[in-house]
């Protein structure tokens, strides 16, 4: 398990982290941290969405709610944050998976069938 450290730390230290991954993590507490430095090192580069489906951890990072903050100024300046619900979103099992087109279920039906719940 030395390489998955040594790979990890040069990640860190290319994003200019020079704290190493601290030592004796598990495996489920490596996973935790690699899944977290993948979120941070791709964000906003469209690979968060499959990230959680190929994990499947699609309830918790795809189906909570969207959440925002309305800044208005009060009479007095000073700028007060009031935190709304933009989307409710949910997630269930059979979103790990898309519906197969019926147009290519049609082309032979006693090969092909639909995702379940689809």
Known sequence: ???VYNMMNAIRRRAGITQD????LNKEQMRERIHNERA?????EKHRFWDARRWKKGPEIL????????VTRNGSG????????VEGRSFSDKMYFFPIPQSEID???NVLDQNKDW
Not at 21 to 24: D, T
Not at 40 to 44: I, M, N, Q, R
Not at 63 to 70: A, E, L, P, Y
């Open 1 to 3: 398990m030395p390489e």
């Open 40 to 44: 941070v090192e791709l964000a906003f």
């Open 107 to 109: 082309k032979n039906p």
């Open 63 to 70: 189906g909570s709610d969207i959440h925002g903050v309305r």
């Open 21 to 24: 991954l601290p030592a004796g």
């Open 78 to 85: 000073t700028l007060v944050f009031n935190y709304i619900k």
